[in-house]
């Protein structure tokens, strides 16, 4: 369900963000070369670990922030409604 709220970020956040968004998109082509080249199944499997260890990690450096910033001034702003979305947000990312 889209929303048109937008999260407005440091320069300095969007450049750490993108950094890790580079090094997993990196780490994607290159499963994409060991597929093709027909690397060994254990390899990709620990490759493919790597990047999902790599999302996780990029996730949860996304909702820190989300807390401390978007719903700390929601909050301050005496908009509640944010803590429902908090709610629904973790019932979809850890159900």
Known sequence: MP?????????EEKKYLTKRLNIIEGQIRG???????????ADILIQLSAVSKGLES????IIKNHLNNCLVNDIKN??????????????????
């Open 3 to 11: 929303n048109n709220r937008k999260t407005i970020r440091s320069d």
């Open 78 to 95: 005496d908009n509640y409604d944010s803590l429902n979305e908090i709610m629904d947000l973790y019932r979809r990312l850890y159900k």
């Open 31 to 41: 499963i994409k070369d060991m597929v093709s080249t027909n690397r060994y199944c």
């Open 58 to 61: 990029l996730g949860e450096e």
